[in-house]
C-alpha cells in the first residue's frame, strides 16, 4: 500500500510526463510522440523529498506525492 508523503494537488497536462526527480522535488517533460522529440525537464514544485533506498517515489491520482515499498520477485542471485 502506498504511503503519501506531500500532499500538492497538482494539475497535469496532457502530454507531460511528471516524477520525482533526484534531488526530490517534482518535476515534468514533453512526452515523445512519433517523431517528434521529447523536451527537457522542468521543475513543477520544490518538496525536497529524502530518499530511502527499496522504495518507489511517484504522482498519485490526486498530485500527491507517494511512496511505496517496492516487491522484487525473481530468484535469488548465489553467490
Do not use: H, N
Request: proline letters at 1%; hydrophobic letters at 25%.
Amino acid at each position: 500500500m502506498a504511503q503519501k508523503l506531500v500532499r500538492l494537488g497538482i494539475k497535469r497536462q496532457k502530454g507531460y510526463l511528471y516524477y520525482v526527480d533526484k534531488q526530490g522535488d517534482v518535476s515534468c517533460a514533453k512526452m515523445a510522440r512519433g517523431k517528434q522529440k521529447g523536451g527537457s525537464p522542468k521543475k513543477v514544485e520544490k518538496c525536497g523529498i529524502k530518499r530511502k533506498e527499496g522504495y518507489l517515489y511517484f504522482i498519485d491520482k490526486q498530485g500527491d506525492v507517494a511512496c511505496a515499498k517496492m516487491k522484487r520477485g525473481g530468484k535469488k542471485k548465489k553467490k
